[in-house]
């Protein structure tokens, strides 16, 4: 089992940063792919980055350039930094694991509570 707490959310005025932090507990975290999705009110989870185990690195087209996904397997913390914020950013961001790496939900067997993240114009 691997249980995923995510923090690091908030308020923030457009192009602003925040970082979002997600804590892994289980022994698993150096084997996995850890992966950030999002969710805005009245849309489906989409996906944000993943990094996986063998340091491949992928990221949604909305996000490139202005997000950055990094890991610290000695923590068991996989971070998002995320720069040049804008409105259309504001989701509930959710930090997800697997064995497997991908850019769907299903892809994904663990996953955080979720933290807020409100990008104002």
């Known amino acids: 089992q691997v249980q995923l707490v995510e923090s690091g959310g908030g308020l923030v005025q457009a192009g602003g940063s925040l970082r979002l932090s997600c804590v892994a507990s289980g022994r698993t975290f150096s084997t996995s792919t850890m992966a950030w999705f999002r969710q805005a009110p009245g849309k489906e989870r989409e996906f944000v980055a993943f990094?996986?185990?063998?340091?491949?690195?992928y990221y949604a087209d909305s996000v490139k350039d202005r997000f950055t996904i990094s890991r610290d397997n000695t923590k068991d913390t996989v971070y998002l930094q995320m720069n040049s914020l804008k409105p259309e950013d504001t989701a509930v961001y959710y930090c997800?694991?697997?064995?497997?790496?991908?850019?769907?939900?299903?892809?994904?067997?663990?996953w955080g509570q979720g933290t807020q993240v409100t990008v104002s114009s």
């Open positions: 990094y996986t185990r063998d340091a491949n690195i």
């Open positions: 997800a694991a697997h064995a497997r790496s991908g850019i769907l939900q299903s892809d994904y067997r663990y």
